[in-house]
């Protein structure tokens, strides 16, 4: 284990015993919303860093998450549990099914259709209101009856650790090489016997799997949903979150998802300014630190370490 | 349906044609010569709109002038923002090309629009028309804002497609967009070329929100809806293609029109209106991706 | 005897252009063969069809008695056709040692550590041991090349396509190349060759098949073919064009 590493883990267990030193409640509200950016940034970056496969459905695909759960919940009278799941399910085979038809499509060209699909989905549940409330927006019971801050901060601390921890060791198989291989070269990957068309079609699947769960989670703790949570805007938070953080990395997006939520309230004052500055941190990122602040950060250790 | 009521609605989805091919027509020049999608075009429309309501509104103006100011400053914008940005692209310096610039275009538009956010708050602002009143072709009754927009929106494109036949540079962006190495070894300049069209294009996309900024209002978020319009425009008629763009524009003006009109349950059918384009757009995608004009990609 | 590989009246063409125009050939096990014929007619076109990476647009390619129309390239990699690419296609961000594993491990009945030390095996084989553990993207382009035919090695190909494997390669490291193609012909692989380099084609293959525009023009032992006038026409033509 690397300097670096023991850092990051000092960073979880650092957060782990927040609620526990009594910081104030508000904070641990702000921190589980950054959780579950960190979930979503994370799930974006194991498509785009790892598999080399461009997606703006990633908050659309949150949202479907979302909104599968609530609604399975309301007219189904599932459980929560098994309504979150069915939400993770129904993210995941959508993306696999997208991911499956896109496998001829590269760059900019997947780009602009998994735009197509996030606005669809968007549009569909704005327009399907007699189902979701619309733009209105969709009251939501809660992940557990009269549960406080600290116990969904818990929650959500759990679940996203347990996201990466899973992403990592699916990156890690043989299937996390199988993923980068594809990055590198499809056709080259294919000579070498893989099976590139399943490979792709997975790796959407999954990554959208992650982004279902992490907004059925978000749902039932903020309790209120709007389409808007679909939004290209949502997304742009997302990339600017992963790339900020080291979009090539789970870990580092995921820890960028955390920074700029915290950022973004500890710099209140400075209103929508803080957002713009995001969107140029994110461009002076991609041009002159690909690796985002954590790559960054690591390399620095390592060459002092 | 009267005669009249078909006419007026497919009157109305010409003169929506027209601000999507002034749109389509940027992102299509750019593709064409640069080969990346300028997904901050919605956001450069926005800026047209915020500019011309500074030069009308602010400046006091008169309304044409609004148009040109937009024009001269999204020229410069897109000048800008390629030699900053997009060159890197083109000579090496990024790790990632075809990464690279979906995402830093991606991320170019979130920052202008919360930049615009910050600046000009949320607010819907409306500069003054290039004309008021309404005109009347026999029954027909047309407003003379969305009509003297359209008119100009159409010298506009007439005027580029001048432009891009017979004079040098458009000569130039042609032969660039066809062969960039034939091009190259004719001795034209790519560089300064591809800094052209990306203004070009951007300005192009500037025209448009000066154009509709009267008739629609001026919002932040503006250019999100026109934006994913010239997608679909532009891959319809296929991606860099000039005449696709304009053709493609042609169809889902009137796609939208009458698809809307013609399905029985009319809040269902407004409510879906913008997916519609979007389907066409995945389909089109997926079975030819070429788009009505394009030419094929042979892989290596 | 049933040949191992046999293409017979295939034929490939690119919206107007025939680039291949109905062919027959064939291949038994252990052959060495060379494919020559001027520029776009036709080899790599047949390369591709034979890995699965083209459809044929008429005929048929047969492995061992079996069709392979519509068969993914990755399924024909399985089935034991290796290729290496005109422009290596090695995996740059990946070290050497992960680019050698992936062919490895799409095996799922090969175990992790039974596929690494199969790795390591012939990357001492190709004298690449020392970079194992540097990403693929510092390496020389004759490396590369090099790691390409590593990554083959580890499929264990009943039929090895190999398209320009010198090209930009010094001759020291070429002969190393040729001793390793031989050695590997010399374990029953069967070996089709595209090289522009003449030198190699006729010092390694046992027998040479010449393209133009599309068609066989000759097939036949090294010394026929280089005496053929029909292939001297096609290479002087060519010159002329060009």
């Given amino acids: 284990m690397t300097l670096f590493h023991k850092v990051l883990l000092g960073f979880v267990g650092l957060a782990a015993m927040l609620p526990l030193i009594g910081v104030p409640q508000y904070w641990l509200y702000t921190l589980t919303i950054g959780l579950y950016y960190a979930m979503l940034a994370s799930s974006w970056s194991l498509l785009v860093g790892y598999v080399g496969r461009i997606s703006f459905a990633q908050a659309a695909m949150s949202g479907l998450g979302a909104y599968v759960s609530v609604l399975t919940g309301m007219y189904l009278d599932l459980p929560v549990i098994p309504s979150l799941l069915l939400g993770v399910a129904a993210a995941g085979v959508l993306g696999l099914f997208i991911g499956w038809l896109t496998l001829r499509l590269h760059g900019a060209y997947l780009g602009l259709t998994t735009i197509a699909f996030g606005e669809i989905l968007r549009i569909t549940v704005t327009a399907e209101h007699q189902l979701t409330q619309g733009s209105r927006g969709l009251q939501v019971r809660p992940l557990i009856e009269g549960a406080g801050p600290a116990t969904y901060y818990y929650i959500f601390l759990a679940a996203a650790v347990a996201s990466v921890l899973l992403m990592l060791l699916l990156l890690r198989s043989r299937i996390g090489l199988f993923f980068q291989a594809i990055r590198e070269d499809e056709d080259g990957t294919a000579s070498l016997g893989v099976n590139v068309t399943l490979w792709k079609s997975l790796a959407f699947g999954c990554s959208t799997a992650f982004a279902g769960l992490a907004g059925g989670l978000y749902a039932h703790f903020v309790q209120l949903i709007t389409p808007s949570m679909m939004s290209m805007q949502e997304m ?70 | 349906m009267t005669l009249v009521a078909i006419a007026e609605q497919a009157a109305n989805g010409l003169i929506i044609s027209t601000f999507y091919a002034l749109i389509a027509l940027g992102i299509a020049l750019i593709f064409g010569v640069l080969k990346i999608v300028n997904f901050a075009h919605g956001e450069f429309y926005m800026l047209g709109g915020y500019s011309c309501y500074l030069a009308v509104t602010l400046l006091g103006l008169p309304p044409i002038f609004g148009v040109v100011f937009a024009v001269v400053i999204l020229m410069a914008v897109g000048v800008l923002v390629e030699q900053t940005l997009i060159k890197p692209i083109h000579t090496g310096k990024v790790d990632r090309p075809d990464e690279y610039a979906i995402m830093i275009t991606f991320a170019l538009a979130i920052m202008l629009l919360n930049l615009a956010n910050s600046v000009f708050g949320p607010w819907p602002q409306s500069p003054a028309p290039v004309s008021r009143g309404i005109v009347e072709f026999g029954e027909l009754i047309i407003p003379g804002d969305r009509l003297s927009a359209a008119g100009i929106g159409i010298l506009l494109i007439v005027g580029l ?140 | 005897m049933q040949p191992q590989l046999d293409i017979s009246n295939l034929s490939k063409s690119f919206g107007g252009l025939q680039a291949l125009k109905g062919i027959d050939l064939s291949f038994q096990k252990g052959e060495l063969v060379g494919l020559i014929g001027p520029n776009g007619s036709g080899k790599t076109t047949l390369l591709n069809i034979i890995g699965g990476y083209y459809k044929a647009s008429g005929g048929a390619v047969t492995l061992e008695g079996h069709k392979t129309d519509g068969l993914a390239p990755s399924t024909l990699a399985r089935l034991g056709i290796g290729r290496s690419f005109q422009v290596t296609k090695v995996f740059k961000r990946l070290t050497v040692l992960e680019n050698m594993l992936v062919g490895a491990l799409a095996d799922w009945r090969l175990s992790r550590s039974s596929a690494r030390d199969k790795a390591h095996g012939v990357l ?117 064009a060009a």
């Fill in chain 2, 161 to 300: 497609l001048l432009i891009l036949r017979y004079t040098w540079a458009g000569k130039a962006v042609r032969a660039v967009s066809q062969d960039r190495a034939a091009a190259e070894t004719f001795g034209i300049n790519i560089s300064r070329v591809s800094m052209l069209s990306f203004g070009a294009g951007a300005a192009l996309a500037g025209a448009a929100g000066a154009l509709i900024g009267p008739v629609f209002n001026v919002v932040p978020a503006m250019g999100a809806v026109p934006a994913i319009k010239a997608y679909i425009v532009v891959v319809l008629g296929g991606l860099g293609s000039i005449p696709g763009a304009i053709v493609g524009a042609l169809i889902l003006g009137q796609v939208e029109v009458f698809a809307t009109i013609l399905i029985p349950d009319t809040n269902r059918a407004l409510a879906y209106k913008d997916a519609y384009g979007l389907v066409v757009l995945i389909l089109v995608l997926l079975v030819r991706p070429q788009g009505l004009f394009g030419k094929p990609e042979r892989r290596a």
């Fill in chain 3, 124 to 240: 001492e084989k190709l004298k690449l041991t020392r970079l194992a553990d540097s990403p693929a993207s510092s390496l020389s382009g004759g490396q590369a090349k090099l790691l390409e035919f590593g990554r083959i090695m580890m499929l264990d190909p009943k039929i090895v396509l190999l398209d320009e494997p010198f090209g930009g390669v010094h001759p020291e490291l070429k002969r190393f190349m040729y001793e390793k193609i031989v050695e590997w012909n010399e374990a029953g692989a069967t070996i089709i060759l595209i090289s522009h380099d003449m030198g190699s084609i006729f010092g390694l293959c046992r027998r040479v098949v010449t393209l133009s525009y599309g068609d066989i023009i000759a097939d036949g032992d090294p010394e026929t073919v280089r005496n053929d006038p029909a292939v001297l026409e096609a290479y002087l033509g060519d010159h002329h």
């Fill in chain 1, 236 to 305: 742009g938070y997302v990339l600017a979150m992963a790339v900020i953080g080291g979009f090539s990395n789970v870990v580092y997006a995921a820890f960028g998802g955390v920074l700029l939520q915290i950022l973004l309230e500890a710099l209140r004052e400075l209103g929508e300014w803080r957002l713009a500055v995001f969107g140029i941190i994110a461009i002076l990122m991609l041009r002159f630190a690909p690796n985002g602040v954590f790559g960054w950060l690591e390399n620095l250790l390592k060459r002092k370490g």
